[in-house]
Each structure stands twice: as C-alpha cells, then as structure tokens.
C-alpha cells in the first residue's frame, strides 16, 4: 500500500489507475478504524477492480466544543489494518494540505444539512460536505462507500452528488454491530465499561420502534413514545434525539407506510453516539 501526503501526488496515483482502465473505490475515513469501516473497504474491492482510502480528521467538522482534541488517532495500526484489506493507496493529508490558511470557500447542503444531527452540530454538515467534495475532486472516485450509521451524512452526500452533478455513485453500506447490537463507532472506546452497558439503549430503542412497526403499527408519533419510553429506562443516557424521518430528506414523516428511518443520538457519560433503522 502506498501511503501519500500530497493532494498532487495522489491524483497522479489515481491518474495512473485510470490510465490502465481501472475503476476505482474510494472509502474516506477519519482514521481510529474498526470492522465497520473494514465492511467498506471490503464492498469497495468486490464492486472495483482498485481501492483508495482516506485518513484525514477533518477540523472543518468539529465546534469548537467538540472533541476534535481528543478524537481517537490510531494511525499505524489503521495503515496495518487497510494494507492486510488490499487497499493500494491511502491518502492521509496534513489539515495544511486540505486547506490553506485563506480557505473562505465552502459547500452547504440547505435543508437537509439542518435536520437531525445538523441540528445539534451547526456547522457540521457544511464541513462534512466541504470535505468531501475536496476528497472526490482529488481522487476522482467511481464509488464512495459510506456506512449506514451515519445516515444523515448519507443524506447530506448524496443530495450534493446529485445537485453538483459529481460522476461519482454513493454506495450505502450496512451498519455494523457487535454481538449484542452496539452500532460499531470510533468513539466507542471513550465509554468505560458501565458507559458501555448504557450505550445499548439507543438499540433497545431501535428495536422496539421496529418490533411495533413489524405488528402493524404505522403512527410515527407512537413509534417515537415507544423509543423514547425505552430511553428514558436506562437513567445514564441522556437524549439529543429520537426521530422517524424520510430517510433522503430528513424531514419528519407522519406515517412510516412508505417507509421511513428511525434515527436516534444520546450522550452516555460525556461522548454522543448516534443509532437508526430502516423501517
């Protein structure tokens, strides 16, 4: 695997690949890697004949009170895990790389942007979408793999590619868990163990909104009370938020009879974890 730190050292990488009629899969991450975002990878090498891989923890999507800080970097150990996965280049740019020190230009996904975790991280989704319209104009991806988790990211995304017309298809991956349900996350390891025990509840919740919906319960309203009554039993999570929207508008949805997503964010202890469900 080759590991690059320059944006234009990358696009002569990929230039190369495409020079030989490869097609090309990109999977951005920022680092502290787990089975979830091994998942990508892995539907990236079976969809495209190469894989190309980001580790950039990006400042542009953090407040000011967030942890950018402290966010997991486990860069050595991510390197090991992607070159075993077959992944042939890593770009892992510097934040002086992707951004000079006059950057005063930035992508905004309106409407949606502001809806669900766009809520309570203003700002975020500008900096998520900035981000990766640079990383897509860089690598020039056939495929950008992205997970299910983050389903409002996923929204933010695909309504840019579409409305900026970027060649690039996102391919929507499933969440994945641990054996006794808990969303995969980098920041997973900041919960100590009873934090961890906690955590499940955004799951429990999950499940019980869905089990409702199973038995013909089509109400949003009541599926959200379900959720929410099955949170407010586990007293170490707080809630941010507990939503049945229309998975590609965010927007809330009154009856999940076309189907709809169930999303959910809590603190345990001091980190955020977000959780959702297609129903």
Known sequence: MRILRSISETRAAVRAMRAAG?????VPTMGALHAGHISLVRAARASCDATVASIFVNPTQFAPNEDFSKYPRTFDADCNALDREGVEILFAPSAEEMYSNVSSTFVDVEGVSDRLDGVSRPGHFRGVATVVAKLFHIVGPDRAFFGQKDAA?????KKMVRELNFPV????????REPDGLAMSSRNRYLSPEERKQALALHRALQEMARLATNGITAAGKLIAAGEESLAKEPGVRV??????????LEDVVDISAGALAAVAAFVGTTRLIDNLLL
Do not use: H, W
């Open 22 to 26: 490869r097609s090309i899969g990109f």
């Open 153 to 157: 990211q996923l929204a933010v995304l």
């Open 169 to 176: 298809e996102i391919v929507a991956c499933p969440i994945v």
């Open 240 to 249: 941010d938020y507990c939503k049945i929207v229309n998975s590609d508008t």
